[in-house]
C-alpha cells in the first residue's frame, strides 16, 4: 500500500516537471528536480490532503501532537472499503 504513494510522487515529478522542461544534463536536472520537489512539498495543494500542502498538513500534525503523522490513506481509491451486504445470508 505504501508504494502508491511513492509512485504517484514520482508519476507527478515526471508529467509536471521532467518531462516539460527536457533538462540538458544532470546539474540541471539536480537544480531544477529540487526546485519541484519544494514546490511540491510547500505549495502544491493534494485533494488528499485537503487541499493543503504536504507541509502544511504536517506541521497541524506535530503542533496537535501526532508526531507529524499525515493519514490519508483512505483518499486513494485502492483503500479497503466496508463491504456491504447485498443479499440475506441463508438460514
Same mark, same amino acid.
Given at each position: 500500500?505504501?508504494n502508491?504513494?511513492?509512485?504517484?510522487v514520482?508519476?507527478?515529478?515526471?508529467?509536471?516537471?521532467?518531462?516539460?522542461k527536457g533538462?540538458?544534463?544532470?546539474?540541471?536536472?539536480?537544480?531544477?528536480?529540487?526546485e519541484?520537489?519544494?514546490?511540491?512539498?510547500?505549495?502544491?495543494f493534494? =485533494?488528499?490532503?485537503?487541499?493543503?500542502a504536504?507541509?502544511?498538513?504536517?506541521?497541524?500534525g506535530?503542533?496537535?501532537?501526532?508526531c507529524?503523522?499525515?493519514?490519508?490513506?483512505?483518499?486513494?481509491?485502492?483503500c479497503?472499503q466496508e =463491504?456491504? =451486504?447485498t =443479499?440475506p445470508?441463508?438460514a
Amino acid at each position: 500500500m505504501d508504494n502508491v504513494f511513492i509512485e504517484r510522487v514520482w508519476r507527478s515529478l515526471k508529467h509536471e516537471d521532467v518531462y516539460l522542461k527536457g533538462y540538458a544534463d544532470g546539474r540541471e536536472a539536480k537544480a531544477g528536480i529540487g526546485e519541484y520537489f519544494a514546490f511540491y512539498n510547500e505549495r502544491r495543494f493534494h =485533494q488528499a490532503l485537503g487541499y493543503r500542502a504536504p507541509m502544511a498538513a504536517w506541521r497541524e500534525g506535530v503542533a496537535a501532537g501526532a508526531c507529524g503523522h499525515v493519514d490519508n490513506a483512505r483518499a486513494l481509491t485502492t483503500c479497503p472499503q466496508e =463491504q456491504k =451486504q447485498t =443479499q440475506p445470508l441463508a438460514a
